[in-house]
């Protein structure tokens, strides 16, 4: 079965700490994961895609197939960066997507 | 600039009405997507569409059905509408086989009296 888990519903940390969004799933084949973003009052939106091993915005995810890992990750969190944000991982035809972590960065 | 747009924000209904649902988008897309959207449970998938008059249960089909007669259009109907389905309901689009890039729309918030 094709699960994405994303065991923090919140997460606080302070303006220009680091931030680790946690992500794991379940898949039996070759998984492609995703991490898309919500800010406030506006539409869910495509962040990154871990084939692309881009940067975004700062953020960076590593896809470990040993740990079934796609951590979000970045070094200095901006107030700007607060939002919701879902893994996701691609099945047949459609996106599976996890619960959700809502990011909230302190100034 | 990508648009997906669905009827209305706002939208309160009683216990037992039929909910219309309607979601449109102007990227020529095949795939379309219904998912709702609830604190702690995340995206929910509930049906999608990946062509006209085509559609494909999701994980949570039960008490909605959906109509696909035009390309640009994808309604979710609620047959008698109930209190646990106030939710928010995101409708979104993509095109094959970039199923991964998904365009959403605003989002309709449903409360059900």
């Known amino acids: 079965a094709q699960r994405v888990t994303q065991p923090e519903k919140l997460l606080s940390v302070f303006k220009g700490a680091p931030v680790e969004l946690k992500c794991n799933y379940s898949?039996?084949?070759?998984?492609?994961l995703f991490w898309y973003v919500q800010y406030s009052r506006q539409r869910l939106q495509l962040l990154l895609r871990?084939?692309s091993r881009e940067s975004i915005k700062g953020f960076t995810a590593d896809l470990n197939k040993g740990e079934t890992s796609f951590h979000l990750k970045k070094p200095f969190a901006q107030e700007e960066d607060s939002a919701m944000y879902y893994c996701?991982?691609?099945?047949?035809?459609?996106?599976?997507f996890g619960q959700g972590t809502r990011l909230t960065i302190n100034p | 600039d990508v648009k997906v747009t669905q009827s209305s924000r706002y939208l309160v209904k009683r216990t037992g009405e039929k909910v219309f649902l309607e979601c449109v988008q102007d990227?020529?897309?095949?795939?379309m997507f219904w998912y709702r959207q609830d604190p702690g449970l995340g995206l929910r998938l509930i049906y999608f569409?990946?062509?006209?008059?085509?559609?494909e249960k999701g994980d949570i089909p039960e008490g909605y059905s959906v109509s696909r007669e035009k390309k640009e259009r994808f309604s979710l109907i609620l047959e008698s509408a109930s209190t646990n389905q106030t939710s928010m309901y995101l409708c979104?689009?993509?095109?094959?086989?970039?199923?991964?890039?998904?365009?959403f729309g605003p989002g309709t918030r449903l409360t059900v009296l």
């Open positions: 898949y039996s084949g070759s998984p492609e």
């Open positions: 990227m020529d897309h095949e795939n």
């Open positions: 979104a689009s993509s095109y094959p086989p970039r199923t991964d890039t998904q365009y």
């Open positions: 569409s990946y062509d006209v008059k085509m559609k």
């Open positions: 871990h084939i």
């Open positions: 996701a991982l691609r099945g047949a035809q459609k996106l599976v």
